[in-house]
Protein backbone atom coordinates (compact mmCIF):
# COMPACT_ATOMS: atom_id res chain seq x y z
CA UNK A 1 0.00 0.00 0.00
CA UNK A 2 1.18 3.59 -0.37
CA UNK A 3 3.33 5.09 2.79
CA UNK A 4 5.13 7.92 3.34
CA UNK A 5 8.07 7.75 5.51
CA UNK A 6 9.84 10.82 7.57
CA UNK A 7 13.20 10.34 8.65
CA UNK A 8 13.33 12.77 11.31
CA UNK A 9 11.54 12.12 14.55
CA UNK A 10 12.98 15.07 15.95
CA UNK A 11 14.41 18.32 15.15
CA UNK A 12 16.24 21.16 17.22
CA UNK A 13 17.31 24.32 15.88
CA UNK A 14 18.11 27.81 16.69
CA UNK A 15 16.41 31.09 15.24
CA UNK A 16 16.79 31.80 12.19
CA UNK A 17 18.58 28.42 11.63
CA UNK A 18 17.35 27.05 8.17
CA UNK A 19 15.37 23.85 8.27
CA UNK A 20 14.81 21.19 6.16
CA UNK A 21 12.71 17.96 7.42
CA UNK A 22 12.69 14.87 4.65
CA UNK A 23 9.83 13.15 3.47
CA UNK A 24 9.71 10.23 0.67
CA UNK A 25 6.95 8.44 -0.14
CA UNK A 26 5.59 5.51 -1.82
CA UNK A 27 2.46 5.18 -4.10
CA UNK A 28 1.34 3.06 -6.74
CA UNK A 29 0.22 5.53 -8.59
CA UNK A 30 0.23 9.63 -8.40
CA UNK A 31 -0.70 11.16 -5.92
CA UNK A 32 -1.08 14.30 -4.39
CA UNK A 33 1.41 15.52 -1.62
CA UNK A 34 0.52 17.50 1.20
CA UNK A 35 2.33 18.95 4.47
CA UNK A 36 0.59 19.79 7.56
CA UNK A 37 1.50 21.41 11.22
CA UNK A 38 0.51 20.46 14.56
CA UNK A 39 0.46 22.51 17.44
CA UNK A 40 -0.35 21.50 20.98
CA UNK A 41 -3.82 20.84 21.68
CA UNK A 42 -5.43 21.04 18.29
CA UNK A 43 -5.60 19.09 15.27
CA UNK A 44 -3.18 19.02 12.36
CA UNK A 45 -3.56 22.05 10.39
CA UNK A 46 -3.09 22.24 6.10
CA UNK A 47 0.01 23.89 5.32
CA UNK A 48 0.47 23.56 1.31
CA UNK A 49 -0.11 21.07 -1.07
CA UNK A 50 1.59 19.97 -4.55
CA UNK A 51 0.11 17.86 -7.38
CA UNK A 52 2.19 17.63 -10.31
CA UNK A 53 5.80 17.28 -10.72
CA UNK A 54 8.44 19.82 -10.13
CA UNK A 55 5.32 21.86 -8.34
CA UNK A 56 6.55 24.04 -5.46
CA UNK A 57 4.07 24.35 -2.70
CA UNK A 58 4.81 27.25 -0.06
CA UNK A 59 3.13 28.91 2.64
CA UNK A 60 4.07 30.81 5.90
CA UNK A 61 7.69 30.78 4.63
CA UNK A 62 7.50 27.03 4.11
CA UNK A 63 8.26 25.11 0.80
CA UNK A 64 8.77 22.03 -1.01
CA UNK A 65 9.02 20.89 -4.58
CA UNK A 66 7.55 17.54 -5.81
CA UNK A 67 9.91 15.56 -7.14
CA UNK A 68 8.50 12.55 -8.75
CA UNK A 69 11.82 10.74 -9.59
CA UNK A 70 13.39 10.73 -6.24
CA UNK A 71 9.70 10.16 -4.52
CA UNK A 72 10.21 13.27 -2.54
CA UNK A 73 8.61 16.61 -1.05
CA UNK A 74 11.03 17.82 1.32
CA UNK A 75 9.93 20.46 3.65
CA UNK A 76 12.24 23.72 3.93
CA UNK A 77 12.43 26.85 5.42
CA UNK A 78 15.22 29.67 5.20
CA UNK A 79 14.99 31.09 8.76
CA UNK A 80 12.82 29.74 11.52
CA UNK A 81 11.01 31.32 14.02
CA UNK A 82 10.18 30.02 17.95
CA UNK A 83 6.56 29.89 16.90
CA UNK A 84 7.67 27.44 14.45
CA UNK A 85 8.04 24.67 16.95
CA UNK A 86 4.96 21.88 16.25
CA UNK A 87 4.71 18.50 14.77
CA UNK A 88 4.99 18.41 10.76
CA UNK A 89 3.11 15.85 8.69
CA UNK A 90 4.04 15.05 5.35
CA UNK A 91 0.95 13.10 3.68
CA UNK A 92 -0.11 11.40 0.62
CA UNK A 93 -3.58 11.20 -1.35
CA UNK A 94 -3.80 8.61 -4.54
CA UNK A 95 -7.38 8.04 -4.22
CA UNK A 96 -10.01 9.31 -1.57
CA UNK A 97 -7.83 8.24 1.40
CA UNK A 98 -5.15 10.67 2.97
CA UNK A 99 -2.07 8.42 3.92
CA UNK A 100 0.15 10.57 6.68
CA UNK A 101 4.14 9.73 7.61
CA UNK A 102 4.87 9.38 11.61
CA UNK A 103 5.75 13.27 11.75
CA UNK A 104 8.48 15.38 12.91
CA UNK A 105 8.71 17.22 16.07
CA UNK A 106 10.39 20.43 15.63
CA UNK A 107 11.56 22.54 18.66
CA UNK A 108 13.69 26.31 18.19
CA UNK A 109 14.97 27.48 20.54
CA UNK A 110 15.37 31.33 20.87
CA UNK B 1 -16.81 28.93 9.44
CA UNK B 2 -16.56 27.64 12.17
CA UNK B 3 -14.26 24.97 11.54
CA UNK B 4 -14.99 21.24 11.89
CA UNK B 5 -16.06 20.81 15.31
CA UNK B 6 -15.63 17.75 17.56
CA UNK B 7 -17.09 17.23 21.06
CA UNK B 8 -16.88 16.16 23.31
CA UNK B 9 -13.14 17.38 23.67
CA UNK B 10 -12.20 15.01 26.15
CA UNK B 11 -13.87 11.64 27.43
CA UNK B 12 -13.43 9.74 30.69
CA UNK B 13 -14.56 5.91 30.83
CA UNK B 14 -14.09 3.26 32.65
CA UNK B 15 -12.95 0.14 31.04
CA UNK B 16 -16.02 -1.92 29.10
CA UNK B 17 -18.03 1.04 29.23
CA UNK B 18 -19.31 2.49 25.91
CA UNK B 19 -17.92 5.96 24.33
CA UNK B 20 -19.63 7.99 21.36
CA UNK B 21 -17.78 10.55 19.74
CA UNK B 22 -19.54 13.07 17.77
CA UNK B 23 -18.34 15.11 14.88
CA UNK B 24 -20.15 18.02 12.65
CA UNK B 25 -17.85 18.98 9.71
CA UNK B 26 -17.91 22.10 7.95
CA UNK B 27 -20.69 23.02 6.03
CA UNK B 28 -20.88 22.10 2.39
CA UNK B 29 -17.96 20.02 2.51
CA UNK B 30 -18.67 16.48 0.91
CA UNK B 31 -16.35 13.94 2.58
CA UNK B 32 -15.77 13.21 6.49
CA UNK B 33 -12.81 11.23 7.98
CA UNK B 34 -11.59 9.69 11.45
CA UNK B 35 -8.51 9.26 12.52
CA UNK B 36 -6.60 8.33 15.94
CA UNK B 37 -3.77 9.70 17.35
CA UNK B 38 -1.35 8.23 19.22
CA UNK B 39 2.44 9.07 20.64
CA UNK B 40 3.52 5.22 19.45
CA UNK B 41 1.35 4.97 16.23
CA UNK B 42 1.03 8.19 15.53
CA UNK B 43 -1.88 8.95 13.08
CA UNK B 44 -4.13 6.35 12.30
CA UNK B 45 -6.33 5.87 9.44
CA UNK B 46 -9.57 4.50 10.25
CA UNK B 47 -12.33 5.41 8.01
CA UNK B 48 -14.66 7.64 5.97
CA UNK B 49 -17.73 8.66 4.50
CA UNK B 50 -18.08 10.52 1.08
CA UNK B 51 -21.59 12.07 0.48
CA UNK B 52 -22.96 10.12 3.80
CA UNK B 53 -22.11 6.65 2.55
CA UNK B 54 -19.16 5.10 4.09
CA UNK B 55 -16.14 4.30 1.51
CA UNK B 56 -13.72 3.03 3.37
CA UNK B 57 -13.48 1.22 6.66
CA UNK B 58 -10.16 -0.52 6.30
CA UNK B 59 -8.92 0.90 9.59
CA UNK B 60 -11.33 0.03 11.88
CA UNK B 61 -10.95 -2.45 15.10
CA UNK B 62 -13.50 -4.67 13.19
CA UNK B 63 -15.47 -6.10 16.73
CA UNK B 64 -16.36 -2.79 18.48
CA UNK B 65 -15.95 0.54 17.03
CA UNK B 66 -18.76 1.49 14.54
CA UNK B 67 -18.69 4.89 12.99
CA UNK B 68 -22.24 6.63 11.01
CA UNK B 69 -23.50 9.56 8.94
CA UNK B 70 -26.92 9.69 9.07
CA UNK B 71 -26.92 13.37 7.55
CA UNK B 72 -24.81 15.50 6.07
CA UNK B 73 -24.19 17.81 9.33
CA UNK B 74 -22.75 14.92 11.92
CA UNK B 75 -20.80 11.71 12.20
CA UNK B 76 -20.53 9.36 15.26
CA UNK B 77 -17.70 7.11 16.42
CA UNK B 78 -18.61 4.39 18.66
CA UNK B 79 -16.68 2.51 20.74
CA UNK B 80 -18.07 -0.55 22.43
CA UNK B 81 -16.56 -2.26 25.85
CA UNK B 82 -13.90 0.27 25.43
CA UNK B 83 -10.35 -0.93 26.51
CA UNK B 84 -7.43 0.94 28.34
CA UNK B 85 -5.68 0.44 24.68
CA UNK B 86 -8.45 2.54 22.68
CA UNK B 87 -6.99 5.40 24.78
CA UNK B 88 -6.02 8.09 22.27
CA UNK B 89 -7.04 11.41 20.36
CA UNK B 90 -9.59 10.24 18.01
CA UNK B 91 -9.80 13.28 15.04
CA UNK B 92 -12.11 14.04 12.83
CA UNK B 93 -11.67 15.79 9.12
CA UNK B 94 -13.77 17.13 6.60
CA UNK B 95 -12.60 17.61 2.96
CA UNK B 96 -14.42 19.12 0.22
CA UNK B 97 -13.02 18.18 -2.72
CA UNK B 98 -11.77 14.48 -3.92
CA UNK B 99 -8.37 16.30 -4.17
CA UNK B 100 -8.48 15.58 -0.51
CA UNK B 101 -7.12 18.83 1.43
CA UNK B 102 -8.24 18.22 5.20
CA UNK B 103 -9.44 20.39 7.97
CA UNK B 104 -9.33 18.93 11.28
CA UNK B 105 -10.90 19.58 14.64
CA UNK B 106 -9.51 19.80 17.71
CA UNK B 107 -9.75 16.05 18.95
CA UNK B 108 -11.24 14.12 21.45
CA UNK B 109 -9.21 12.57 23.79
CA UNK B 110 -10.31 9.37 25.07
CA UNK B 111 -9.06 7.75 28.70
CA UNK B 112 -10.17 4.56 29.41
CA UNK B 113 -9.01 3.82 33.34
Known amino acids: GDSVTQTEGQVALSEEDFLTIHCNYSASGYPALFWYVQYPGEGPQFLFR?????EKGSSRGFEATYNKEATSFHLQKASVQESDSAVYYC?????????FGTGTRLQVSP | NAGVIQTPRHKVTGKGQEATLWCEPISGHSAVFWYRQTIVQGLEFLTYFRNQAPIDDSGMPKERFSAQMPNQSHSTLKIQSTQPQDSAVYLC???????????FGAGTRLSVL
Open chain 2, 93 to 103: ASSRDRGNTLY
Open chain 1, 91 to 99: ALSDTDKVV
Open chain 1, 50 to 54: ASRDK
